[in-house]
């Protein structure tokens, strides 16, 4: 099935560093979404975007559904150690009720 | 519970066996989904309820899967005679009718050995 391509695959930074990833797709979406997965657990929605040129933010987070509708991204600023884990965007394609995923962004943060 | 339930967390069957694997979703929520998440892959959709309405059975991988879902709320899904392949963690979602931020359950890990 139609996979979203998430990059990069892994990050490895510092504590206090900011972090940028982003998505794209070759279909035109109608809503973008963040979510974060930590081991054990299903994914935890982050944050949702609705409209092209869509900026949301949710605490230190913030993203942001590009104006082509094929791409978004995710910025992480100040991090932390708590911010480790697999970050999926997911996509949803205009008449579907499923979302696509990308195949994540491992983030680890040293303290 | 305040949150999507799934049994079991863990399932270890050996190849041949049928595994049934069962979601709580939330009360009031009238949207239900299953992915299913390999090793370092994404979420592949496999079944998407909506209400009453007929189930979007696109994702299914074969006709081994099959998921049923009674009185608009609990489901579960079946695979009959596992394949190693089937190996994954299988995971439930559930959502309000036209709300696109599904909230996840914690999965069931299957293993077919």
């Known amino acids: 099935g139609q996979q979203l391509n998430q990059s990069p695959q892994s990050m490895f930074i510092q504590e206090g560093e900011d972090v940028s990833m982003n998505c794209t797709s070759s279909?035109?979406?109608?809503?973008w979404l963040w979510y974060k997965q930590e081991p054990g657990e299903g994914p935890v929605l982050l944050i949702a975007?609705?409209?092209?040129?869509e900026l949301t933010s949710n605490g230190r987070l913030t993203a942001q559904f590009g104006i082509t509708r094929k791409d978004s991204f995710l910025n992480i600023s100040a991090s932390i150690p708590s911010d480790v884990g697999i970050y999926f965007c997911?996509?949803?394609?205009?008449?579907?009720?499923?979302?696509?995923f990308g195949k994540g962004t491992k983030l680890t943060v040293n303290p | 519970g305040a949150g999507v339930s799934q049994s079991p967390s863990n399932k270890v069957t050996e190849k041949g066996k049928d595994v049934e694997l069962r979601c709580d979703p939330i009360s009031g929520h009238t949207a239900l989904y299953w992915y299913r998440q390999s090793l370092g892959q994404g979420l592949e959709f496999l079944i998407y309820f909506q209400g009453n309405s007929a189930p979007d059975k696109s994702g299914l991988p074969s006709d081994r899967f099959s998921a049923e879902r009674t009185g608009g709320s609990v489901s579960t899904l079946t695979i009959q005679r596992t394949q190693q392949e089937d190996s994954a963690v299988y995971l439930c979602?559930?959502?309000?009718?036209?709300?696109?931020?599904?909230?996840f359950g914690s999965g069931t890990r299957l293993t077919v050995v």
């Open positions: 975007l609705y409209k092209a040129g």
């Open positions: 997911a996509g949803r394609e205009g008449g579907s009720e499923k979302l696509v």
């Open positions: 979602a559930s959502s309000p009718s036209g709300v696109y931020g599904y909230t």
């Open positions: 279909s035109i979406f109608n809503t």
